[in-house]
Nanobody, 119 residues
Framework: QVQLVESGGGLVQAGGSLRLSCAAS????????MNWYRRAAGKESELRDL???????????TYADSVKGRFTISRDNVKNILYLQMNDLKPEDTAVYYC?????????WGPGTQVTVSS
């Protein structure tokens, strides 16, 4: 059974940093591209914004324009953990952050971790 569990969220002041982790199990982590999404407060539950992606080998990464230069996605294919290092956080980064993988055409999600950035 696929399981994704995010952690590392919290309350931080603007300009601060957080590192999110996503522990993956139940599938061959090292052969799948992985994604981070986020959903800001007030958005409908199905509307999540793609934040960053990483290829299965950990070399290829892409970022939303809003986080380029501030966020870094990485992965540990031995420990089966996905990371998101977030620096220079802004109030508009406040959201629930979700780990995501697409397996056989189906989206798999973790429960999310709340990140709140105060101004």
């Amino acid at each position: 059974q696929v399981q994704l569990v995010e952690s590392g969220g919290g309350l931080v002041q603007a300009g601060g940093s957080l590192r999110l982790s996503c522990a993956a199990s139940g599938f061959y982590f090292g052969v799948y591209n992985m994604n981070w999404y986020r959903r800001a407060a007030g958005k409908e539950s199905e509307l999540r914004d793609l934040v960053a992606t990483i290829g299965h080998g950990g070399v290829t990464t892409t970022y939303a324009d809003s986080v380029k230069g501030r966020f870094t996605i990485s992965r540990d294919n031995v420990k089966n953990i996905l990371y998101l290092q977030m620096n220079d956080l802004k109030p508009e980064d406040t959201a629930v952050y979700y780990c995501n993988v697409i397996i056989q055409g189906r989206n798999k999600w973790g429960p999310g971790t709340q990140v709140t950035v105060s101004s």
